[in-house]
């Protein structure tokens, strides 16, 4: 047992997951976690909601307040950036609020996060153009959306830790008329739906032919319909060049090879990239540019941990090392490793990428492979079928239909993937496949299983198992 | 493969599912249908809501009507009853509409079904006594609450089928302004939240300490509590002895030990017992007063197969012969075994008890061992822990309380069962329980399992996950 502290780079989901679970579990032992930013531990996927407005207060997405931090018995230091890790020394390079200083450490966990990506689009630093990926940008989003005469800084609920000169510039600001939105992942399609809460017109840019892609083409089309039903205009396979500003630095045009389009606004989600460039010389970088760890999430250097968005994670189907960005996964691996730092190994677990996501009233969910190209690359002889069955007894007032797709491997049986899409109680559905992937069930035994029937809730054969019937008789 | 006809006895879930799958594995085969009533196919489950007024038409819970059977090349003969079975000769003895005779077979289904129980309880003969098995009780009880002005034995939606004469006889009657329900299970929960729909008292008397007993005592005081909050008077602990009649033979109160109430009305749900005296000569009959079968549906009699409600199926997590009325299982078995006498083996497979029931706003599902006697009695040594946690991050609007129980074996780390309650998409969630039941996962892999997350359908850690957490704690 090392005498020096637990260092966590990152004060986000992946690292104070894994300092709280450190101090429970080796209350005698010290952890000190260095985050460069104001805000420590905040819930990403709930900043469309405070953009919204159906979340009120910006403080109320913290999981974590420094103080709670404080309680369990971390050092935390906000405002402390590490700006160099030696592996072979043991200690890191920290610059803080009074200067720099080295810290030395017994075990180091990066949990650097990632940033979002902007390029190869120009003009994101322009003014009303943003991306979201922090609360400073969530909060200086709201400020804009409303009305000159209602918004403050104060109204925001930021506390102490909002950038309130940017906050207060963009509440000053008139409210945007129109908005282009670049990406139909997630925050596009989340955003979509907090920008229409808004008076003001939404585009949607897309470039490839569908939204959600990762859901595959069945969920991304009934969103699609769904989305134009609430308003939202759709530019499919457009892909935006520019945004182009005007004189006063202000964004005033979305450009496309062969389309312009005016706006007052724009947000960019097209992606994130893991941040691994603090410590990229020193631990093995996977092919998808995230840090390689293993089981542990141990990386390539002695006592040197990584997890969350910046490090990858085997994936549950294929058992290749993957990246995402998906809360669940981060707060687990950062879980483990604190447990296992304190002498208790503990696996980081795999991910079957299983997510779910509103779009207005429809529910989407997805997990484990659902691209039969993708499930071809990893080796399996993948073969699919999309079922749409009602979510309730079809007597049963409230039934609304519920597609679902799944894929299994034509060789061994074993169901590789799913998605689901409805307005009824869809989304939660998707974790019956998710566990059946985990179990390595086969099409078969998903087809048997006793799942929950009353009229209110379920058809008598859940939608899952008529797909897997379905599924199972085309094999 | 026998030149005789595939006959099935019961005309209800498992007896048409096994008739629909057979006509279309082996189409050129016969199948006939004896159903002693006039209704065929229908949903029980829904029964509850037809009576709430939710459920328009008495033909809307027919799942399969007489003229889709038939379509489906299904000889299907109502108001035939079979009333003797010669497993020697292959041949069966049908009562019919004009009058008796023999009927050869090659395979044949015993599909017989259920009855409720009444006894040990006096009364039930009464006028405005009522049990709640088959569409005629459902539309005998509508006629009765509604106003006699309203009613009419058209506009319960029976068309031919409905027992006319009773139903007219209910219409007519002034309606009630109390009742009892006798028995709190699914069908004396489900039918409290159909009593309050009409203006009357509604009285629930429970033997036991507690309602929905399989779902264990914490579901069941939840319910209590939602059920008092909504006007449902509980009498728990109070075994009702008899109902007493007045001098026209009318209900006038309910008889306890200790209590005596006047009522209108009373439903009696006690429970079921297997319809097995046609073949309980013929074929084994099981410790649990049902069919015994093996793993295809077949009892200890060659080419004679027994499902749903009148037979035993093997228990997922036991492994041991059980006996349930669920719907899902009935339509599995028979299916499976229309498509085994087809001439391609089918297992019928087995039964976690997985059963979910609403009960006014509130959502409840359980699956597998609940009961820790229960799962001693079968050889384990149960652990059990519940936890109370968010349907939804605890920022978005709309977060509910979600209680998950969860039991596993200490020596195995084997998942034995658990239960859910709350009023935001809890019971789906079930299924996530009943999939890993089936897999045989250990509590420490479904703490694992890769589920969705988002703001509005769960918080990081989903409620099962979280129960998982805090069981593998304890163990």
Not at 101 to 118: C, I
Not at 403 to 430: C, F, H, K, M, N
């Amino acid at each position: 047992m090392s005498a020096e502290p637990f260092v966590v780079v990152g004060g986000d989901a992946a690292g104070l997951s894994a300092a709280s679970k450190f101090s429970r579990a080796a209350p005698d032992r010290d952890v000190i976690v260095f985050e460069r930013g104001r805000w420590v531990s905040y819930a990403h996927c709930g900043t469309p909601y405070f953009v919204k407005g159906e979340v009120e207060q910006l403080t109320d997405l913290l999981s974590l307040s420094p103080e709670q931090a404080t309680e369990r018995g971390i050092d935390l230091r906000r405002e402390h950036e590490v700006v160099a890790v030696d592996t072979d020394d043991r200690v890191v390079t920290v610059d803080g609020t009074d200067g720099q200083f080295e810290q030395p450490y017994g075990d180091l966990l990066v949990a650097t996060g990632a940033r979002a990506v902007s390029d190869p689009i120009e003009g994101v630093e322009l003014d009303g153009a943003f991306t979201l990926h922090g609360l400073d940008d969530a909060a200086a989003l709201r400020a804009y959306l409303i009305d000159p005469a209602d918004a403050s800084v104060e109204a925001l609920g930021g506390g102490e830790f909002v950038d309130a000169t940017r906050a207060a510039h963009f509440a000053a600001m008139e409210s945007p008329s129109s908005v282009a939105i670049v990406g139909g992942g997630f925050v596009g399609v989340e955003m979509a739906e907090a920008f229409s809460a808004y008076d003001l017109d939404v585009h949607l840019f897309q470039r490839s032919g569908h939204v959600l892609q990762s859901f595959g083409e069945t969920v991304g089309e009934k969103v699609e319909t769904h989305l134009r039903e609430r308003g939202v205009t759709l530019h499919l396979g457009e892909p935006v060049e520019r945004l182009q500003g005007d004189d006063a630095g202000r964004v005033e045009a979305v450009v496309c090879p062969e389309h312009e389009l005016e706006v007052d606004a724009a947000m960019v989600g097209i992606g994130l990239r893991p941040n691994v460039e603090l410590v990229s010389e020193q631990v093995d970088v996977g092919e998808t540019g995230a840090i390689a760890i293993d089981d542990y999430g141990q990386t390539s250097a002695d006592h040197v941990y990584a997890a969350g968005d910046c490090a990858e994670i085997e994936h549950t189907v294929t058992g290749a090392p993957t990246w995402n960005t998906l809360g669940l996964p981060a707060n687990r691996a950062g879980r483990a490793i604190g447990q296992t730092v304190a002498g208790d190994p503990e696996p980081v677990g795999t991910v079957a990428e299983t997510s779910v996501v509103k779009a207005f009233d429809l529910e989407c969910g997805r997990t484990g492979l659902t691209d039969l190209e993708a499930a071809r690359d990893a080796g399996f002889d993948p073969v699919s079928k999309t079922i749409t069955a009602g979510s309730r007894s079809g007597y049963y007032p409230g039934s609304a239909e519920t597609t679902v797709t799944l894929v299994a491997d034509r060789d061994t049986e074993r169901v590789l993937g799913g998605s689901i899409v409805g307005s009824d109680r869809a989304a939660v559905r998707i974790d019956t496949v998710a566990t059946a992937l985990a179990a390595e069930l086969t099409v078969a035994e998903v087809e048997r299983l006793d799942l929950g029937y009353a009229p209110p809730f379920s058809p008598v054969w859940d939608p899952v198992l008529t797909a897997a019937k379905v599924l199972r008789g085309s094999m």
